[in-house]
């Protein structure tokens, strides 16, 4: 029974550490490992928390609360799944991270190869794959758990530690300080899109564990968690060891691709070989998250619209509109999302972290409502910020709500909201 547990742990887990491992996941690291330089070990740190420590608490988020998504929004408002699940689902599904997943596999996968290839004809490829997995939800786990990710790991493990034992070159002294670094891996972080993509595979892993026989809460929470934190664990050696390599790469030019500085990486460190692992790497990376994220979002809108819409038509339809989007190229993608990713993020961040540790106290929906309330209005002056909205003065002014300038001004208002929704709470019952 025990090994059987285990084995069920580690498709889990593994599973989960794939749907998380995306063309994000191996493209944004080395790059913030160029930028800071001798300042790696804050980058680490900064990216790990939006990166890893906050998708591990969107998980735990929905495993309190329920089942999926749907429970977790009902803490604070019953419109509130809907209309954030809606706004997640396309940031994560057609909109920005699964074209990105086409684009990435054909820049870093397929164009050092096929250099004459035209990436529509390799988008076609890769969501034919990816729809034809994801036709069976049931399956995806165990396809992606037990045969993607395994081998996955052991390309990526291979090329850090000869990049660890052998550098190609010496750290940078940083021209960053350290407060620059740690914002700049911060929201570097964002554009994994995990702590969105986090209360979403919470569910698909939460129906997982209990088709394979975990019913009751205490072992389905139990298996659950277990597996998010080995997902965690292979997140950290993996990002970790990506900024470290960026950071003794030699590449002092900021403005080096992202798929380009990877594949300098790789073939610094294995040599020609070094492509065809990386090759591999981003293939089963994308594909895997691909797949989970089509899954996904076939899903929740299938449900949304209680059945009006079949899991299969959503899934046709969200691969059409991710391969139209898909042949702009992974940098375009990556810029035009960090707007929509800087609105969205700092209030699915507040709803987390609030619910993950007060949700067992505090019951009310008062104090949640508060901190989203505020969240919001600072998303909103962040959004308006970055689309250049503010001149110099007005940005001054706004720069005086703390950490603001560094994009994180959500952090103390949400406090204040929650503090004042309990504080009306109180003056309510008396």
């Not at 939006?50 to 998504?69: E, H, M, N, Q, R």
């Not at 891996?185 to 564990?209: C, K, M, P, R, W």
């Not at 073939?267 to 090759?279: P, V």
């Not at 103390?412 to 008396?430: A, E, L, N, Q, W």
């Amino acid at each position: 029974m025990k090994s059987k547990k285990l084995s069920n742990i580690l498709t889990l887990g593994f599973a989960l550490f794939a749907m998380f491992f995306g063309a994000g996941n191996l493209l944004l690291p080395p790059l913030i490992g160029v930028e800071v330089g001798s300042n790696y070990l804050v980058a680490m740190l900064s990216f790990g928390l939006t990166g890893i420590l906050l998708p591990f608490t969107g998980i735990l988020s929905v495993v309190y609360s329920g089942d999926s998504f749907n429970d977790l929004g009902h803490r604070v408002n019953k419109h509130l799944a809907a209309i954030l699940g809606t706004i997640i689902m396309i940031c994560i599904g057609p909109l920005i991270a699964i074209p990105r997943t086409a684009a990435t596999t054909y820049e870093v996968g397929l164009k050092p190869f096929f250099p004459e290839m035209n990436p529509i004809w390799g988008s076609i490829i890769f969501f034919i794959i990816t729809l034809a997995l994801a036709i069976r939800p049931s399956k995806v786990v165990d396809v992606i758990g037990n045969y993607l990710t395994p081998i996955l790991l052991v390309l990526l493990a291979l090329l850090i530690a000869v990049g660890i034992i052998s550098p190609t070159s010496t750290l940078e002294i940083s021209e960053m300080t350290m407060i620059q670094s740690f914002s700049r891996g911060f929201i570097e972080g964002y554009q994994t899109l995990d702590v969105l993509a986090s209360v979403i595979f919470a569910g698909i892993i939460i129906n997982a564990a209990r088709d394979k026989g975990y019913t009751d809460t205490k072992s389905k929470s139990q298996v659950v968690v277990v597996s998010g934190l080995l997902s965690t664990t292979c997140l950290l050696f993996v990002y970790g060891g990506l900024i470290y390599l960026g950071a003794t790469s030699g590449v002092t030019d900021t403005g080096i691709s992202r798929a380009e500085l990877l594949i300098h990486i790789s073939r610094n460190i294995l040599g020609d070989y070094g492509l065809i692992a990386i090759a591999l790497c981003m293939a089963f990376a994308c594909l895997t998250t691909s797949i989970a994220l089509t899954s996904a979002v076939a899903t929740f809108f299938s449900q949304l619209s209680k059945g009006k819409l079949s899991y299969l038509v959503v899934a046709i339809i969200c691969t059409v509109i991710s391969f139209g989007l898909s042949v702009k190229g992974v940098d375009e993608i990556i810029n035009f999302a960090y707007p929509p990713l800087a609105f969205v993020y700092p209030i699915t961040i507040t709803l987390v972290i609030y619910i993950v540790i007060f949700g067992r106290n505090i019951k009310s929906k008062s104090p949640y409502i508060g901190a989203l309330l505020a969240s919001t209005l600072i998303a909103i002056l962040g959004l308006l910020k970055i689309l250049g909205f503010f001149d110099e003065n007005m940005l001054s002014n706004l720069n005086k709500i703390p950490f603001f300038e560094y994009d994180l001004g959500w952090i103390v208002p949400s406090i204040i909201g929650f503090i004042i929704g309990i504080i009306y709470d109180k003056v309510s019952s008396k």
